[in-house]
């Protein structure tokens, strides 16, 4: 979704604000512009497509000063064109970088029109500029200005803004939407994640919600939502500026999959003392949040609701604690029956997904306690949460999301088993799963290894426009989720169905074309499987099955097995999942698709 950065400093901003807007790229946009302050003047930039077309707009006509802000936009109001890319300008005063959706501009531009004001653009962020422009010359200073716009906004946002008198400022605000600020030495700056600014500072400030903050070259000034002044900790990026980068490999994507030895490591690495889970490292207060515990609901959105549907399999089968999963979109908008003890559990890589937020905030009052698994330190709902645990996958660019999932389950895992002590799961079946996530790491380093394997697989999907994945048990959303890989990069239509469904309607779209990828790891489904994958073959379908034992699973006519190292079971929906994101992946870069950034995809979903 839309990325924001500023900067105010004694150099040149531009291109700072240019690499920072490239690396807010994974986010998903599809216009890009930029705004500098050249010591006199407001001057902008902006391009429809790719930042490389600003950047290329850049080098013939530049833009000299040391205060700007720039913006990738993700259109909601008005299509991606020129007119409508931020930053948005009111006259040549003001300008606006937004990201979010301003709910009642209908009303506020028909207003403004009323006073005169003349709109360039469809969308609805250009009303700020012109409320600010409004508040400015009625006498307001610009923090007065943000100040009294915010209040007159509905909705969700975060916001960098210039004023042309204003010589070196940025005032920022944020509502619903992220904004973190970068404190340098003699130049700050905002953005909408750490990512954008690592190659010029690694301390940031938060924004909290409803905080309104005016930085300059030497200050950073912040209120807080009741208009008070406020102290905001810095705290320093753990992961290094390399972290964010490609690392030689082609594709972000494939990076991300290659890093899930290590990553699934760090996870659970640091947090086992003695072969049993340490549950401090969801907080203080988790032992007596947990001790209360009597049931779990599980939101969450896109990817991390695939890793709460196995987590749920987990909760109930290990731990025998009742639990229910459900996306957020869903779940925010339904009158729901929340009963006593319950802990919600709110899974997201970005920590800033405006449903699975909203859904947090709309039941705060009703449950026992929070707890959020997310992969960014300090996002929103870490710090409304009232316990957490970091996956510690590091940054995650490839917008399709694999090592984020992969160590969420793992971080289920853990969670499962903390609360599953007060349950049914005894300190053996503990011992035992503690034993076998040693054993994951190297897993996933021999499922990586069929990698040519599974290219020479892909070849018989880059034609299709079809496909079904089936699995049975936790192996069902790994099916779902192995589909929503396949769909989101290669846009080849794919869907996924718990395989004793299969008769109950999508065998009837079985035939040559249609083919179908089962995980059949070697568990107490896998005869009940088999017996789904017996009614596909007879349709003439053409199954790509990932088999724990080539002996169980044979290869035939039209039937393409490849055998998966053997595991144990609970570490089978981690495992079986690499080798779908590595199908995806080869099929998408045969189809020749923008593998880290799809169509019409956003990695951080900031509104609704
Ligand atoms: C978007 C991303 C997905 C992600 C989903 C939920 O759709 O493209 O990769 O799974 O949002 O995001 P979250 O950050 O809450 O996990």
Redesign the pocket.
């Known amino acids: 979704m839309c990325g924001i950065v500023g900067a105010t400093a004694e150099r040149s901003v531009a291109g700072i604000l240019l690499e920072g807007l490239k690396r807010l790229e994974y986010r998903g946009y599809d216009s890009a512009g930029m705004a500098v302050w050249d010591g006199a003047s407001i001057n902008r930039l902006r391009r429809a497509g790719k930042v490389q077309a600003l950047g290329d707009a850049l080098d013939e006509l530049g833009l000299p000063g040391s205060t700007g802000i720039a913006h990738t936009r993700w259109a909601t109001h008005g299509k991606p064109v020129e007119h409508n890319a931020h930053p948005h300008m009111s006259g040549n005063q003001v300008a606006v970088v937004h990201n979010g959706i301003i709910e009642n501009f209908e009303r506020l531009k028909s207003d403004l029109k009323e006073h005169g004001y003349v709109f360039t653009s469809d969308t609805d962020t250009e009303v700020i500029a012109h409320l600010l422009d409004r508040s400015v010359k009625s006498g307001s200073d610009l923090v007065a200005a943000v100040k009294q716009t915010v209040g007159s906004l509905e909705g969700a946002f975060a916001l960098g803004v210039m004023h042309q008198s204003n010589s070196g400022e940025i005032v920022a605000a944020r509502k619903g939407s992220p904004l973190v600020i970068g404190v340098g030495i003699g130049e700050n700056f905002i953005a909408s994640d750490q990512l954008a600014l690592l190659p010029v500072t690694d301390r940031f400030i938060f924004l909290e919600e409803g905080d309104i903050a005016h930085l300059t070259r030497e200050e950073i000034v912040i209120w807080d939502k009741s208009g008070q002044l406020v102290e905001r900790p810095i705290s320093r990026y753990e992961h290094g500026v390399t972290a964010a980068d490609k690392g030689g490999f082609k594709h972000y994507m494939l990076k991300e999959i290659y890093e899930q030895p290590a990553v699934t490591l760090a996870a659970f690495e640091g947090r086992i003392n003695d072969g049993l889970v340490d549950e401090s490292v969801f907080g203080e207060q988790a032992t007596a949040i947990f001790d209360q515990v009597k049931q779990i609901q599980i939101i969450?959105?896109?990817?991390?609701y695939h890793a709460g549907m196995i987590a749920k399999y987990w909760m109930e089968s290990l731990a025998g604690i009742p639990c229910h999963v459900e996306v957020a979109s869903e779940y925010r908008y339904r009158s729901v029956v929340i009963q006593e003890g319950t802990l919600f559990v709110s899974i997201?890589?970005?920590g800033e997904?405006a449903d699975?937020l909203a859904a947090l905030r709309d039941v705060q009052d009703q449950i026992l306690a929070s707890l959020t698994i997310c992969n960014v330190p300090g996002s929103s709902l870490v710090r409304e949460s009232d316990l957490n645990l970091m996956t510690k996958a590091g940054p995650e660019i490839g917008?399709?999301?694999t090592k984020?999932f992969t160590t969420q389950l793992v971080a289920l895992l853990l969670t499962t088993i903390v609360l599953g002590r007060r349950f049914k799961l005894t300190e053996d079946k503990e011992r035992e799963i503690v034993l076998a996530l040693a054993e994951l790491p190297s897993l996933i380093e021999r499922s990586i290894a069929m990698d040519g394997a599974i290219e020479s697989m892909s070849q018989s999907f880059a034609e299709k426009h079809h496909s079904l994945f089936l699995g049975r048990g936790t192996l069902y959303p790994v099916a779902m989720e192995g589909a929503l890989k396949l769909k989101e990069i290669s846009y080849i239509h794919a869907e996924a169905y718990p395989a004793g469904e299969l008769k109950h309607g999508p065998l009837a779209l079985v035939d040559k074309d249609m083919p179908v990828v089962a995980v059949a790891p070697q568990n107490d489904m896998l005869d009940k499987l088999k017996a789904n994958l017996q009614e596909v073959s007879a349709r003439g379908g053409e199954l790509f099955i990932f088999a724990g034992s080539t002996q169980d699973v044979q290869p035939g006519e039209g039937i393409h097995v490849l055998g998966m190292p053997s595991m144990p079971q609970i570490l089978e929906p981690i495992v079986y999942t690499i080798p779908l994101q590595l199908l995806s992946y080869h099929v998408a870069v045969l189809k020749g698709t923008d593998v880290d950034q799809p169509r019409n995809?956003?990695?951080?979903?900031t509104v609704e």
């Open positions: 969450a959105c896109g990817t991390s997201s890589q970005s997904t699975t917008v399709a999301s984020a995809l956003a990695k951080s979903v």
